[in-house]
């Protein structure tokens, strides 16, 4: 009986020094998972800067080249989005003349429109009685809807732009 104890207290801690190497294993797999997630975001976190910076780039050239002028009326926003991995360029634009205004949501490469409002006052009405001229979500695509009011148009751009 004594014989029998003392192999069961040996495989007891022969399993338990196999636990311990393995709780062991464990912990470094994961301190080195930890340590290769922290350099991959750090990688990410410039590469997005650095593409930040060249889509804020390519948004003023878009803008320019479609005539538009640096301040005043004219303005735009570029945002890299790394989900969509696309730069966007959102040009808003008012005629001082007329208080129109027109606002488009362009990929600043590509130059492909996602979406575009135009709004004309009205002489009689007020501002919020008048809908957009033109609000258009995807225009050109079997996705496109259109939109009733600046809001609406304003959240999906927004999709875009975080």
């Known amino acids: 009986m004594k014989t029998i104890i003392g192999i069961l207290f040996a495989i007891i801690l022969v ?3 196999r636990l311990n190497s393995e ?3 464990t912990r ?11 350099k991959l975001n750090s ?5 997005n800067l650095e593409l930040q910076g060249k889509c804020s780039q390519q948004a003023q050239t878009v803008f320019l080249q479609l005539g538009y002028k640096n301040g005043g009326v004219d303005f735009y926003e570029s945002h890299y989005n790394p989900k969509l991995t696309k ?9 001082m003349h007329s208080g129109a ?8 490469y590509e130059q492909k429109q996602y979406a575009t409002y135009f709004w004309m006052p009205d002489k009689v009405k007020k501002y919020w009685e008048v809908p957009p001229e033109t609000c258009s979500l995807n225009p050109g695509t079997p996705n496109e809807t259109t939109c009733k009011s600046e809001d609406e ?3 999906f751009v927004a999709r875009y732009m975080e």
């Open 87 to 95: 730069c966007f360029v959102a040009i808003h634009s008012t005629d």
């Open 153 to 155: 148009y304003k959240a």
């Open 43 to 47: 990688k990410t976190a410039s590469e």
């Open 101 to 108: 205004n027109t606002q488009n949501l362009l990929d600043a």
């Open 23 to 25: 709780l062991d294993l």
């Open 15 to 17: 399993l338990l020094w």
């Open 28 to 38: 470094q797999l994961q301190s080195h998972a930890i340590e290769l997630t922290a």
